[in-house]
């Protein structure tokens, strides 16, 4: 064989990985890339610190370079991570290998395991190339060897994220320029946005906890483990925390690509679904932390601010499981009946209406839960015999937000069914939910606004918008809460009734389809039964010779 | 071995399989032929468990292709129309990379695959340099890697030169020999019917005539294929003959239909068969009036392949 010694052991255990890493190392064409991009940051790196060092003190110019090159690596590896990854497992499809790759009998999740496995070493042999560069900044001062240990482990963290975000989107994508378009397209846009929120935003908070972590840092998180005070907030928010939210987003981008690569007559419904079921609480915790941590007036403001996070996240798996079969395929039952699966499989297995349920019942539990325990919380703050308004306003919002969650997934589930696509739902429910947010609100702009009447009775038009619960809360934090508390009720009560007709509508719609399908299936084995194997004839309309 | 029952199957509302069934016994070659888009290459996905039918039974050594297809695929060996390769792995790398996908010892299995194919010269070339019909060989040695015992091949001598064409058929015949049941569709019908022991016609998703080629033939000028040949018509005197026109013959059925002594008229491609009861005057006469219509006509030769006039009989049938 002519695969080296090293890689053909590699060929036993990780064939796809062999495979591609002896492509790479032949074409080249990645490999020159990242050293192209090596090459320029370090340059970069050295015409700051030449240009700059100069004039400011070292120990202060090797911080600012620590957080100069880290940003703009952590750029590189979150733009172009994703981008190397999709382009490797759509490569297959894109070049009519896929389906010789599914034939050999390997499975899905394997083949994507070696594509990824794939895309993390050449990521990793990056960050390689650049540790020479990041020296600079430890040179220089203000940073300590730990501090940029830390920090590549970060940097190796995020880049196992962004490459099993772009193997998601490889399963997804039917070429490699669309692939591509895709990766690189919402990681432009994702980078930035969680460097400024993660990134700056973060960085007050962690400054506020703990001061010796400088703040408006983008890369606080190596520093704060070094720096930060070993407590309970430190196991919580520096080890807990980043770990069950790296955790949860791997295990989501793995289960996104297996359902991806799998086809409508297999379970692609339990993976996701177990996600979310440890997700869920997990997610309904982490929201909870704002809350726990601030005090003060502010307090109500974290506890709806994780509210409004978490209502986020249940709209997020509705639109995730409007990708479910409206039942459990024929090849998914036989597995059942030959494991002798129990009601725990069955339930977790594929089946809009039950998913979609599922989603509805837990995600109200969460919702419900979480705003009682703020309620709970921000009670003990009120003054005695007074009336506790921080956690009415708090449960009032998540009523609410509650209410319009019925509707979402009512209406997914009928888009769902209707549309009989899922991507065609997804636009569908998106664009009804943009609507019924900012619809609202442009009538109260457009008329509102211009009325004689106070401003409190015109806000009145922007009450079917979810927002409107703020609204709420602002008029209980006010003191008058009567007509905004009874406004918000009323149109809570027409978002639960309209997403409950939809979900019946949609339920009985799929009930229809799934027993159209199943008659048409009984009816197709009666036939099979009843004709002898060694009477097979052709179509009577063929009128065709038989057999010999 | 292959199995096929009231196979149907929609693409978004257009129907591309209508009620398909067949049998393909134990090592038999099985050839299948139809025009583009008659659903071939659907029917060979869903065997091959790369697509799921809307509705019927597909069986490969008595499993469920439908209920299991992590058993059936260990059994087949299915090569796709136009497959892809990796341009930057060699010939023997290629190899031994499936090999080790289908867990064998890539150093015997590839050594067999070579030799099956007559590949073995070229086992360090790069597979982006081969010619196309060395690709289709590669192809081909992928396939038999894991020794299936069903193999599955969509047009496999598509891109061979003769010579190749000829070691291929003589490998089916090996192979038909080792016991193996061998499925493949191919536009090159002299191909099949000098290896295939059945065949399979398909016409825009509906299996028009399937079985041994003579029984096909037999069958065929009894007029029990309705519409295609009446029997009427045909005598000791009929005779067919093929002319090929320059450019498309697909026009030319119009012109000929409804001309005293022809009784049937066919065409694919630049291949015009027409069936004609009387003399060579009948015949000038039918080149005279291509020639008037502005048809090019390039030569005419008595009609000698019996499945392409199976093939053109059987597929004309709606034509006018």
Same mark, same amino acid.
């Given at each position: 064989?002519?695969?080296? +010694?090293?890689? $053909?052991?590699?060929?036993?255990?990780?064939?796809?990985?062999? $495979?591609?890493? $002896?492509?790479?190392? $032949?074409?080249?064409?990645?490999?020159?890339?990242?050293?192209?991009?090596?090459?320029?940051?370090?340059?970069?790196?050295?015409?700051?610190?030449?240009?700059?060092?100069?004039? !400011?003190? @070292?120990?202060?110019?090797?911080?600012?370079?620590?957080?100069?090159?880290?940003?703009?690596?952590?750029?590189?590896?979150?733009?172009?991570?994703?981008?190397?990854?999709?382009?490797?497992?759509?490569?297959?499809?894109?070049?009519?290998?896929?389906?010789?790759?599914?034939?050999?009998?390997?499975?899905?999740?394997?083949?994507?395991?070696?594509?990824?496995?794939?895309?993390?070493?050449?990521?990793?042999?990056?960050?390689?190339?650049?540790?020479?560069?990041?020296?600079?900044?430890?040179?220089?001062?203000?940073?300590?060897?730990?501090?940029?240990?830390?920090?590549?482990?970060?940097?190796?963290?995020?880049?196992?994220?962004?490459?099993?975000?772009?193997?998601?989107?490889?399963?997804?994508?039917?070429?490699?320029?669309?692939?591509?378009?895709?990766?690189?397209?919402?990681?432009?846009? /994702?980078?930035?946005?969680?460097?400024?929120?993660?990134?700056?935003?973060?960085?007050?908070?962690?400054?506020?906890?703990? +001061?010796?972590?400088?703040?408006?840092?983008?890369?606080?998180?190596?520093?704060?483990?070094?720096?930060?005070?070993?407590?309970?907030?430190?196991?919580?928010?520096?080890?807990?925390?980043?770990?069950?939210?790296?955790?949860?987003?791997?295990?989501?981008?793995?289960?996104?690509?297996?359902?991806?690569?799998?086809?409508?007559?297999?379970?692609?419904?339990?993976?996701?679904?177990?996600?979310?079921?440890?997700?869920?609480?997990?997610?309904?915790?982490? %929201?909870?932390?704002?809350?726990?941590?601030?005090?003060?007036?502010?307090?109500?403001?974290?506890?709806?601010?994780?509210?409004?996070?978490?209502?986020?996240?249940?709209?997020?798996?509705? #639109?995730?499981?409007?990708?479910?079969?409206?039942?459990?395929?024929?090849?998914?039952?036989?597995?059942?009946?030959?494991?002798?699966?129990?009601?725990?499989?069955?339930?977790? /297995?594929?089946?809009?209406?039950?998913?979609?349920?599922?989603?509805?019942?837990?995600?109200?539990?969460?919702?419900?839960?979480?705003?009682?325990?703020?309620?709970?919380?921000?009670?003990?703050?009120?003054? !005695?015999?007074?009336?506790?308004?921080?956690?009415?306003?708090?449960?009032?919002?998540?009523? #609410?937000?509650?209410?319009?969650?019925?509707?979402?997934?009512?209406?997914?589930?009928?888009?769902?069914?209707? %549309?009989?696509?899922?991507?065609?739902?997804?636009?569908?429910?998106?664009?009804?939910?943009?609507?019924?947010? %900012?619809?609202?609100?442009?009538?109260?702009?457009?008329?509102?606004?211009?009325?004689?009447?106070?401003?409190?009775?015109?806000?009145?038009?922007?009450?079917?918008? @979810?927002?409107?619960?703020?609204?709420?809360? /602002?008029?209980?934090?006010?003191?008058? +809460?009567?007509?905004?508390?009874?406004?918000?009720?009323?149109?809570?009560?027409?978002?639960?009734?309209?997403?409950?007709?939809?979900? /019946?509508?949609?339920?009985?719609?799929?009930?229809?389809?799934?027993?159209?399908?199943?008659?048409?299936?009984?009816?197709?084995?009666?036939?099979?039964?009843?004709?002898?194997?060694?009477?097979?004839?052709?179509?009577?309309?063929?009128?065709?010779?038989?057999?010999? | 071995?292959?199995?096929? &029952?009231?196979?149907?199957?929609?693409?978004?509302?257009?129907?591309?399989?209508?009620?398909?069934?067949?049998?393909?016994?134990?090592?038999?070659?099985?050839?299948?032929?139809?025009?583009?888009?008659?659903?071939?290459?659907?029917?060979? &996905?869903?065997?091959?468990?790369?697509?799921?039918?809307?509705?019927?039974?597909?069986?490969?050594?008595?499993?469920?292709?439908?209920?299991?297809?992590?058993?059936?695929?260990?059994?087949?060996?299915?090569?796709?129309?136009?497959?892809?390769?990796?341009?930057?792995?060699?010939?023997?790398?290629?190899?031994?990379?499936?090999?080790?996908?289908?867990?064998?010892?890539?150093?015997?299995?590839?050594?067999?695959?070579?030799?099956?194919?007559?590949?073995?010269?070229?086992?360090?070339?790069?597979?982006?340099?081969? *010619?196309?019909?060395?690709?289709?060989?590669?192809?081909?040695?992928?396939?038999?890697?894991?020794?299936?015992?069903?193999?599955?091949?969509?047009?496999?001598?598509?891109?061979?030169?003769?010579?190749?064409?000829?070691?291929?058929?003589?490998?089916?015949?090996?192979?038909?020999?080792?016991?193996?049941?061998?499925?493949? *569709?191919?536009?090159?019908?002299?191909?099949?019917?000098?290896?295939?022991?059945?065949?399979?016609?398909?016409?825009?998703?509906?299996?028009?005539?399937?079985?041994?080629?003579?029984?096909?033939?037999?069958?065929?000028?009894?007029?029990?294929? *309705?519409?295609?040949?009446?029997?009427?018509?045909?005598?000791?005197?009929?005779?067919?003959?093929?002319? &090929?026109?320059?450019?498309?013959?697909?026009?030319?059925?119009?012109?000929?239909?409804?001309?005293?002594?022809?009784?049937?008229?066919?065409?694919?491609?630049?291949?015009?068969?027409?069936?004609?009861?009387?003399?060579?005057?009948?015949?000038?006469?039918?080149?005279?009036?291509?020639?008037?219509?502005?048809?090019?006509?390039?030569?005419?030769?008595?009609?000698?392949?019996?499945?392409?006039?199976?093939?053109?009989?059987?597929?004309?049938?709606?034509?006018?």
């Amino acid at each position: 064989m002519s695969f080296g +010694p090293g890689l $053909r052991r590699l060929l036993y255990s990780q064939p796809v990985m062999a $495979r591609d890493l $002896r492509q790479a190392l $032949r074409t080249g064409r990645t490999i020159f890339l990242l050293i192209l991009l090596a090459v320029l940051l370090g340059l970069l790196i050295l015409g700051i610190g030449s240009a700059f060092g100069m004039t !400011r003190a @070292p120990i202060n110019f090797g911080a600012v370079l620590f957080q100069i090159f880290f940003s703009l690596a952590y750029f590189i590896v979150a733009i172009v991570g994703p981008a190397v990854a999709a382009v490797g497992l759509s490569s297959e499809r894109d070049g009519r290998t896929w389906d010789a790759l599914v034939l050999t009998g390997v499975d899905v999740r394997a083949i994507a395991k070696g594509k990824f496995y794939t895309a993390t070493c050449t990521v990793l042999a990056f960050l390689l190339m650049i540790t020479p560069t990041s020296l600079v900044s430890l040179l220089l001062g203000g940073v300590t060897l730990t501090e940029v240990v830390l920090a590549f482990g970060l940097l190796a963290i995020i880049a196992i994220v962004a490459v099993a975000y772009g193997i998601s989107v490889g399963a997804a994508a039917h070429g490699t320029g669309a692939a591509m378009l895709v990766a690189m397209a919402s990681a432009l846009v /994702g980078a930035p946005v969680l460097y400024v929120a993660v990134g700056f935003g973060m960085s007050f908070l962690a400054h506020g906890t703990w +001061p010796e972590v400088p703040s408006l840092s983008p890369v606080w998180l190596p520093l704060a483990y070094t720096r930060g005070r070993f407590d309970g907030w430190y196991i919580l928010l520096l080890i807990a925390l980043p770990t069950a939210m790296v955790g949860l987003a791997l295990w989501f981008f793995y289960e996104l690509t297996v359902a991806r690569l799998s086809t409508d007559a297999d379970d692609r419904a339990s993976g996701l679904k177990r996600w979310f079921l440890v997700s869920l609480p997990i997610m309904t915790a982490i %929201a909870a932390i704002p809350g726990a941590m601030t005090h003060g007036s502010s307090r109500l403001h974290a506890w709806i601010g994780g509210l409004g996070g978490l209502f986020v996240f249940a709209v997020f798996c509705a #639109y995730v499981f409007a990708g479910d079969a409206l039942a459990a395929s024929r090849r998914v039952e036989f597995q059942w009946q030959k494991q002798g699966a129990g009601w725990k499989t069955r339930v977790l /297995g594929p089946g809009l209406v039950q998913t979609a349920m599922l989603v509805l019942v837990t995600s109200l539990l969460s919702l419900g839960v979480y705003a009682l325990a703020g309620a709970a919380v921000l009670s003990r703050e009120a003054e !005695r015999g007074a009336m506790p308004a921080a956690s009415i306003a708090l449960l009032s919002c998540g009523e #609410y937000w509650s209410s319009f969650l019925v509707f979402v997934i009512g209406f997914v589930v009928w888009a769902r069914v209707r %549309a009989d696509s899922a991507s065609g739902a997804r636009i569908l429910s998106t664009m009804v939910a943009a609507v019924a947010l %900012a619809a609202p609100w442009m009538a109260f702009l457009t008329f509102g606004l211009t009325s004689a009447r106070r401003v409190s009775e015109t806000l009145l038009i922007a009450a079917p918008s @979810p927002l409107y619960a703020l609204v709420i809360v /602002g008029a209980i934090e006010g003191g008058e +809460p009567h007509l905004a508390l009874t406004s918000g009720l009323v149109c809570s009560l027409g978002w639960i009734s309209m997403g409950l007709v939809l979900f /019946g509508l949609g339920a009985r719609r799929a009930t229809r389809i799934v027993a159209e399908q199943r008659t048409l299936r009984a009816n197709l084995e009666a036939r099979l039964a009843h004709e002898a194997p060694d009477a097979l004839m052709p179509p009577s309309d063929t009128a065709a010779p038989t057999e010999a | 071995m292959i199995l096929a &029952r009231h196979l149907s199957h929609r693409f978004g509302s257009v129907e591309v399989l209508h009620d398909i069934n067949f049998e393909v016994a134990r090592s038999e070659i099985f050839g299948f032929i139809g025009p583009n888009g008659a659903g071939k290459t659907t029917t060979i &996905r869903a065997m091959a468990t790369l697509l799921d039918p809307w509705s019927g039974h597909i069986e490969i050594d008595g499993i469920d292709v439908g209920l299991e297809p992590e058993r059936v695929r260990p059994v087949i060996g299915y090569m796709a129309d136009q497959a892809g390769i990796y341009p930057k792995l060699s010939v023997e790398e290629y190899l031994a990379f499936f090999a080790a996908m289908h867990r064998l010892d890539p150093a015997q299995a590839v050594d067999r695959a070579l030799d099956l194919t007559s590949l073995g010269a070229a086992r360090a070339e790069l597979s982006g340099t081969l *010619s196309k019909g060395m690709r289709q060989r590669l192809q081909l040695a992928k396939t038999l890697l894991h020794d299936p015992e069903v193999l599955i091949l969509d047009e496999p001598a598509s891109d061979l030169d003769p010579r190749a064409r000829i070691e291929m058929r003589e490998l089916f015949l090996r192979l038909r020999d080792a016991k193996k049941t061998i499925f493949l *569709s191919s536009h090159i019908l002299t191909e099949l019917s000098d290896v295939c022991t059945a065949i399979g016609v398909i016409e825009k998703g509906r299996l028009i005539a399937y079985g041994p080629i003579a029984q096909i033939i037999q069958e065929l000028h009894r007029g029990e294929i *309705s519409g295609v040949v009446h029997p009427a018509q045909t005598g000791p005197q009929a005779k067919r003959f093929k002319i &090929r026109t320059l450019g498309p013959a697909d026009v030319t059925p119009p012109l000929l239909a409804g001309m005293t002594g022809v009784f049937t008229v066919g065409a694919s491609g630049d291949l015009l068969v027409v069936g004609v009861m009387g003399g060579d005057d009948l015949l000038a006469g039918v080149v005279k009036r291509l020639v008037g219509a502005g048809i090019g006509v390039v030569g005419v030769e008595p009609e000698r392949d019996q499945l392409e006039t199976v093939f053109l009989e059987l597929t004309s049938k709606d034509q006018p």
